[in-house]
């Protein structure tokens, strides 16, 4: 019997890491069920396993996994109502978004901030490819940072051509275990490669046409960093977003919602149209980002949906 840590999980095999530098490939047997949740794939990227050795010695069973201190959920599919284990035991995660090359819409950003607090993990944003920002796509960032660092969430601005920014990353990477997130095509893997060229990771061109990524990265997987620590590479996010969350509980993940909230008429008020709400007027008078708040809404109208 071993303690591992998984790093890689392809749907049945998972690459652990063991000892003090060993890897090994692991097979899972039996039903590992989660919390009563059907999850496509029991055993994620970060977890601690038990295991041993078959008889080869080449490979390996997972007969344990120990307990999670957190873990981060997707939906498998628009569809279906299984769930991914993205990861497990993460310490912080990272958003890595774009202005151009692709566009993030603010919506996905705020639907994976609020998947970050529901998780009560950390989460910091990273924008990348500086480098080709024109004045006005530049201004565009520094209002999208100006609302987000208002509210608490740290920016990290990076060029991955010119190298620049990377220190203070590095300072906040540093000896944890981070998840790196963002929609296909905006430096994930660049990132890696930089931090530790031996990995050659495999990364794409965003076409000019759709200006989309590829999906190149297609499982999560954990990368130890020179300077200390692990970093998850993770696929483009799709369907990256809330799960199991509670209708009234929603706003409880907008921080600076929350914050006003205690002064709305009605404890159990949504932020609609009720009377007294303090939310809305504070948006009215752009305490609140109307664009954070639009999402709010968003994600509620998803949840009710499910209700119908
Ligand atoms: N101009 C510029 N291009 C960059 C920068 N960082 C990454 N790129 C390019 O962006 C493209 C996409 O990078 P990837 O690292 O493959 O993106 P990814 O986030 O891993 O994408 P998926 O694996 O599909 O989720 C590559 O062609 C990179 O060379 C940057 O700072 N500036
Ligand atoms: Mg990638
Ligand atoms: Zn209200």
Redesign the pocket.
């Known amino acids: 019997m071993e303690k591992g840590l998984v790093i890689k999980s392809t749907g049945s095999r998972y690459k652990i890491f063991y000892g003090e530098d060993r890897t090994i490939e692991c097979t899972l047997k039996g039903s590992f069920r989660f919390r009563g949740i059907r999850t496509t794939n029991p055993v994620a990227v970060g977890d601690n396993v038990i295991f041993r050795f078959e008889d080869n010695a080449n490979s390996g069973v997972i007969t344990e996994i120990l307990e999670r201190r957190n873990y981060i959920l997707r939906k498998a599919s628009n569809l279906s109502k299984e769930v991914q284990i993205i990861a497990a035991n993460v310490d912080q995660v990272f958003l ?1 978004l774009t202005i151009i090359l692709p566009v993030t819409p603010v919506e996905f950003i705020d639907r994976f901030l609020v998947t970050a607090e529901a998780y009560s993990v950390p989460a910091y944003l990273i924008i ?2 500086t ?2 920002y024109d004045t006005e796509e530049t201004e565009r960032m520094e209002n999208l940072i100006r609302v987000y660092e208002k509210i608490g969430y740290k920016c990290f601005r ?4 010119d190298m620049n920014g990377l220190d203070n990353l590095i300072d906040q990477m540093k000896d944890k275990i981070g998840l790196l997130a ?1 929609n ?7 990132l890696l490669n930089v931090f530790n060229p031996s990995l050659n990771l495999k ?4 076409s000019d046409y759709h200006k989309q ?5 297609t499982f999560p997987e954990m990368h130890p960093l020179p300077f200390g620590g692990y970093l998850i ?1 993770s ?2 996010i799709r369907g990256f977003g809330i799960v199991d969350m509670d209708r009234n509980e929603i706003y409880h993940f907008f921080p600076e919602i929350f914050k006003i909230s205690k002064d709305c008429r009605f404890y159990n008020c949504l932020h609609l149209d009720e009377p007294g709400c303090a939310v809305r007027k504070a948006v009215e008078a752009g305490y609140i980002n109307p664009l954070r708040y639009r999402s709010y809404l968003s994600i509620l109208e998803d949840e009710n949906r499910k209700y119908r």
Do not use: C, Q, R, W
């Open positions: 890595m990348n490819k480098d080709l990076l060029s991955l051509k963002g296909s095509g905006v430096g994930k893997s660049t990364t794409a061109e965003v990524g590829k999906h190149i990265t590479d696929p483009g």
